[in-house]
């Protein structure tokens, strides 16, 4: 099943439900979709750029919420909080740190990093093998720590 059909199948239980959080939060899930659909570079809306397009979703948020933080909105967060919660449930399952670094030592060895300045050719691996599964700041961090 498409993500555009689970999404239209949740609006519909979450409108049964009257579900506040689920509601805005799979909205912009759906107002995103239909943006990637009408933004004229003729794409396909396959399972890699829904990944991106939820983590971007996720990651605007994050950011909203780490501002709102810092400047003691508490009831702002809380919303920021609630939609970051709905829309990880549409992302794959993420790594756990052991799996996240057993992951990327078997990624050094087979591309043969040695040192700290091969950790681009780590990072552009990682990236394409782990995406949806780990954030990309966990994957740098996780390489730098590997290769020093």
């Given amino acids: 099943m498409s993500l555009e059909s689970l999404i239209t199948n949740d609006l519909k239980e979450a409108m049964k439900a009257k579900d506040q959080v689920a509601l805005r939060s799979i909205r912009a899930i759906k107002a995103a979709i239909l943006l990637f659909k ?15 397009l939820l983590q971007k979703l ?10 709102y933080t810092k400047q003691g909105r508490e009831d702002l967060a809380v919303t920021e909080r609630e939609e970051i919660a709905v829309i990880q ?22 591309s043969g ?18 995406a949806g599964k780990a954030e990309g700041k966990a994957i740098a961090a996780t390489v730098k720590e590997l290769l020093s």
């Fill in 38 to 52: 009408t933004d004229g570079s003729g794409d396909v809306l396959d399972t890699d750029k829904e990944i991106k």
């Fill in 58 to 67: 996720v990651k605007q948020r994050q950011d909203s919420l780490d501002i």
């Fill in 89 to 110: 449930k549409y992302l794959p399952a993420q790594l756990t740190d052991d799996e996240l670094k057993a992951a990327i030592t078997e990624l050094i060895a087979e």
């Fill in 113 to 130: 990093a040695t040192s700290i300045k091969e950790m681009g050719k780590v990072i552009g691996l990682a990236n394409q093998r782990l």
